[in-house]
């Protein structure tokens, strides 16, 4: 039993994936000797040798084409990019083909690969270094899009995540890195990465949210307790395909609904959970659906990005609008 | 001022167009029976492509790209390759890929709308078509790269055309087998254009073999039009990646006899003139040529080969029409090993829609 | 006086513009003596020359950033990509770069630049022909995402476009380039780029939707209202930034809403309007909420392709629920 | 066989790294104010470096990337362009963009996190600091392609590193340029890394210079820490692209003596040895030691430069510390050209909640 940051259990799932099983691979840039920018492969290179952890050139439109063929080989590439910026070539081969190998051949060659990459503000970054662009995977068919919130989860969704047989693209809230510490198991178990994870119960209003943001949600929650409204948060984690049966059925309970994150508001998968509670969760809903996410704006760069991600104040204001229907 | 680097590209040709021979004889040459699969490969595909383009106009097939002129690029790259190597098409390499054993009948599935065609039941390994010109180059790298890992004597070979040669890919792509020495050989066939784009108008690069420079890996150009030459030239590029010598770009300068595909007319934007000059040049009449003036190929051959190719193509034709298409419900079969929970209510509603 | 296709009047939206603004540039694979794989370019080379309409190299990575530069320099281009299938590898200009140089360099530099592409399936294309992924686009702040339905709105749309002092993707329903004429009058009159069009009142239920898909909706008002169910059709049209107070003003009349594309269901841009009425349109909603749209699969290629679109008789099936509702 | 293009790289060097001439002098060196103009724009860079690196050490700027030891490149190449040329700069070319007429404000106002820092009051035109490696390299193309279209004898330069020859995007701006022979200068400041990659396992490439030949146009290798040769071999390139030449790529061979950013830890993946051993090649020292062997330098000179250099930076700090951040709202305010009606709500909901 271990304390770890969410990095260091990043690492520990990469560890133990590359030790369980020969086939799996690590790749990006500055993997290798350097461990990685935010060092979440830290000392794999001398553990598991320069064929297991493979320090790319600078091109990012290749990664994801090099693991389809290595996938399609038997290999499962954990290909990381740098920063969610700078992931966006990678769109093409994830949509043209990872996301469609298995289904074009009719399952004679698949792509069990994974796509890790840290995503979000609030670290002080460079421009280009504080994007939430999970909308772009979650639109996509025929993938996993995952985002853990805390050290276990991610050790467990990033561990389930290599093992899965199809694509994965896991993003890593990067301003959770390093926050705080969780007792992490290395026993190898995984997650599911097909159901949400509830973090808090309570019957007065369903807070819904992912990655970074349930910081600041969970947070909230908090501070409503202690003003007698009691908030279930519910972490979706695995945004693609999405559980949205354990949504549905906390709403049913609390008729109630905020969902939170960091990503620009229009456009965000955001509206995805929203669209399922207006189709399913109608006849149960007492009040709008809210959404506190990031604005529809470029994220500014870092004097001003605190005002851009959603606040516990924000999230508090909505959820006391939202309790304020009968 | 020093000179710190120097490079020169080569030109390869065995046989003039009149099926003459010419410069140094290649090994190949001492295996008669080689040339005659070579010869009867590029028929077979010429015969398939005349029937797939007539399919289309009338109704029974899609948009299709014929190879016409260009069959000894592709034909020849799959001879060259071991069948435990790895053929990563573009969408105009039916020649290899039949060579490699993919059936017609699978080509004319995938290019009539059914995804059965890129199961194929011959090369289990080998990459489907790809339609995103260039995206392929990537996945090439990473199977040479997994038999590198592996440490397998076998080899990747990636095909495209000269419009690739612009894609960024495709250069991020042999810079990395470059890097990785890995066993991984690109082919392009340069066959003068790019749908209405012609070469000149690609890139200013005086060849597109010299791509191989900016990333650091030999290149050369071969005719294009020359079975003997090209199976010359790739094979020892081949053999040369299998032995760790790591990869090769080949261009082999070709002609697109045709239009771009049956949905293009090129008579918009090139001179029929160019194109009748360039029948001339066109490769499957040379080698019989040259066959015939060896007397390795008699007439009779010859018109037994265009009857056993016009019967194999029919019976093709003939299973593909009768094959009824899937049932819809199948666009859900792979999409993930498992149908995740999720999705379950949408192929259900699919399949209930449909059944009803 | 003229009736043209929807093709016919993109080339004559893009001919008009060229020859009132020397600024307009026309670029892309074939636009030049081949006139664009669909004739969108066709005779635009021989009239305003080379320098006007220029065929590229097949470098699609490139384009948009090459827009960029000269956006920045006050050009106007506009860039074709031939099919939707191949403008993935923009995405990374399109948001790191176009959508982002005006705030960035605080109005210094600016992008006013358009970027078109044929989506959508139907016509029995290849692999990699039929996506339509307009809710990629749809997701990236500082752009705008429009998609005509008809030919005078493609005229008119476009011209705004090309007009619009930001960069805009301009997305064509190409299994409606040539299905049906309408009148279009080449008077340079642009149409606004944030407003939806009614294309049909009634007061039983709202029909939301865009492109390609607007057909099959509109014919199934037309058979409903056989049934005496009368539908407003609601053509989305600008799909980023979204006109959500058309769609609401007409679900606060009617209480029930339908919404239709051809884009796979999850993280479609259904989603984004089904989470405004859960919102804000929440207190009017007399039934939940439905989407019609394509399944969350690989559009199949040509055999099935017609069972993956949204067909009348799944949107007919979908009011019928919705009306169902007291 | 026959040989249908050939290649070669050439390097050039003016001063070795003592600061004693070598080969054939450049007619630059007949300007000593030019060069002195090199000298001190060279000094001021590092300077500002220091400081700024000083500032993100104590909390008051963000991640900044040094340009210790390769002053020269970006400042020489700067130096060759006119005033109404375009630079198009990598996150690494403070001393081009000083030397352009950025002002270190808007520089330190970058780094520390204020879009305001790329609204240059002086060189309106250059684009603003690129930090997705490479992807400024098509803009350039675009700014050259404006340039050709409009008839103007104007340039563009474009900046990188190393690890952006890697890009596809580069590749594909080089190739275009080359096509539509365009008035743009491809600079490639090689300073040996990319981050923890060393040149070496970037491509295999001999040099990267040669990564022109795949593009179809020219390319050469400079000294990167000779500020004469560079300014020379840039200069001719630029000039050559302003009349019609054609674009060209220049590699510059220097040396990363810092970290790669204030985030980074050079010692994890590199030898000090090898950084002391650099360090006697660097550029300020070597064109100090021609112009002091020259006696058109003294040490008063350096002095006065040194105090002057210092007051600037200090003058420019204090201005940049002052400075208020905008108003949250302002993320709104150049979204676009006018703040569409659906955004409208949410600015206003920002502003209600910080003005509250
Ligand atoms: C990435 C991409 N862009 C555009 C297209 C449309 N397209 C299909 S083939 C083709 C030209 C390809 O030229 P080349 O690489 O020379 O191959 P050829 O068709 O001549 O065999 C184009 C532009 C495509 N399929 N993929
Ligand atoms: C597209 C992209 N990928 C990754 C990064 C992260 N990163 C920043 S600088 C850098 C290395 C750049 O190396 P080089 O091009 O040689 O420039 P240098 O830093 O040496 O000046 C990397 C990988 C980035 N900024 N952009
Ligand atoms: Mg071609
Ligand atoms: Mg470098």
Redesign the interface.
């Known amino acids: 039993m271990n304390a770890l940051t969410l990095v260091e259990a990043v690492r520990l799932a990469l560890a133990r994936a590359l030790a369980d099983d020969e086939q799996v691979l690590v790749l990006g840039e500055d993997v290798g000797l350097d461990g990685g920018v935010f060092r979440a492969t830290e000392g794999l290179l001398e553990r598991f040798g320069k064929d297991r952890v493979v320090d790319t050139p600078l091109s990012e439109s290749l990664f994801v084409g090099l693991a389809v063929g290595l996938g399609a080989q038997g290999f499962r590439p954990v290909v990381e990019y740098q920063f969610m910026g700078f992931i966006y070539p990678a769109i093409d081969q994830v949509l043209n083909h990872a996301a469609r190998l298995r289904n074009r051949t009719r399952g004679r060659l698949t792509c069990p690969i994974v796509v890790r990459a840290p995503y979000g503000a609030g670290i002080h970054a460079p421009e280009h270094h504080s994007e939430s662009m999970e909308a772009l995977f979650a639109a996509i068919p025929g993938i996993r899009v995952v985002i853990p919130s805390s050290p276990a989860k991610a050790y467990g969704l990033l561990l389930a995540a290599i093992r899965d047989p199809d694509p994965v693209v896991f993003l890593e809230p990067k301003r959770l890195y390093r926050v705080a510490k969780e007792t992490v198991d290395d026993d190898g178990e995984s997650l599911p990465l097909d159901r949400c994870f509830r973090l808090r119960e309570g019957d007065d209003v369903t807070l819904v949210s992912w990655g970074a943001s349930t910081k600041e949600t969970l947070a909230a929650a908090e501070r409503l307790a202690g003003d007698g409204i009691e908030a279930t948060v519910i972490d979706v984690a695995t945004l693609k395909p999405m559980d949205m049966e354990t949504i549905l059925a906390s709403v049913e309970q609390t008729g109630r609904c905020v969902i939170v994150h960091e990503a620009p508001l229009s456009g965000g998968v955001g509206g995805e959970i929203a669209a399922g509670l207006a189709d399913r969760g109608l006849v149960h809903l007492l009040a709008p659906v809210r959404r506190v996410a990031g604005y529809d704006t470029v994220v500014p760069l870092a004097r001003l990005e605190a005002h851009y991600m959603p606040s516990e104040a924000r999230i508090i204001e909505e959820v006391r609008k939202v309790m304020a229907y009968q | ?12 040709r065995c046989l003039d167009p009149n099926g003459a021979l010419v ?2 004889l290649p090994d190949l040459l001492e295996e008669p029976a080689a040339l005659i699969d070579l010869y009867r490969a590029m028929v077979l595909t010429r015969s398939f492509d005349a029937k797939a383009v007539a399919l289309q106009r009338t109704g029974r097939l ?2 299709f790209a014929s190879s016409l002129g260009q069959e000894a690029v592709s034909v020849a790259a799959a001879a060259a390759l071991a069948g435990e190597d790895v053929l ?1 098409p573009s ?1 105009r390499d039916q020649g290899g890929q039949l060579l490699r054993g993919v059936s017609m009948e699978e080509l004319l599935l ?7 065609g ?3 039941a011959g090369p ?2 080998d ?3 790809c ?17 590198k ?1 592996r440490g397998e004597a076998r080899v ?1 070979l990636c095909l495209f055309g000269d ?2 040669t ?8 042999m ?2 087998a ?2 990785q ?1 890995l066993p991984l050989v690109f082919v392009v066939n340069n066959n003068q254009w ?4 012609p070469r000149a ?7 597109l ?9 030999p290149g050369c ?1 071969v005719d294009g039009n020359d079975a003997i030459a090209l199976r010359q030239v790739i094979g020892e590029a081949v053999e040369r990646a299998r032995s760790g010598g ?1 990869p090769a770009l080949i261009e082999a300068l070709s002609y697109r006899l045709s239009d771009h595909t049956t ?2 007319d090129a008579r ?2 090139r001179d029929d003139a160019e194109v009748t000059a360039r029948w001339k040049e066109e490769p499957i009449g040379r080698l019989r040529d040259y066959l015939v003036g060896k007397s390795q190929w008699t007439k009779e051959d010859e018109e037994k080969l265009l009857a056993d190719c016009a019967a194999k193509v029919d019976a093709a034709v003939e299973r593909y029409l009768a094959m009824a ?2 049932p ?1 419900g ?8 498992d149908l ?4 379950r209510p ?2 259900d509603a ?1 399949e209930g ?2 059944n009803s």
């Open positions: 001022m020093t000179e710190v680097a120097a490079f020169r590209i080569k030109y390869y410069g140094p899609g948009t990563v969408f995938y290019w009539g709308g059914d995804e059965r890129s199961d194929f289990r390994e990459f489907p078509i339609v995103p010109v260039g995206t392929h180059a990537p996945h090439a790298a990473g199977v040479a790269f997994a038999f890992l990747a419009g690739a612009s894609r960024g890919d495709v250069y991020e792509a810079n990395f470059a890097l020495q790019a749908i209405s784009v108008r690609q890139t200013a690069a005086e060849t073999a010299q791509k191989a420079v900016g990333a650091g890996m150009q790591g949905a293009d918009r934007y298409p899937m819809p199948a666009m859900f079969d792979h999409l993930y090993q995740p929970a999720a999705l949408q192929r699919l829609e449909t």
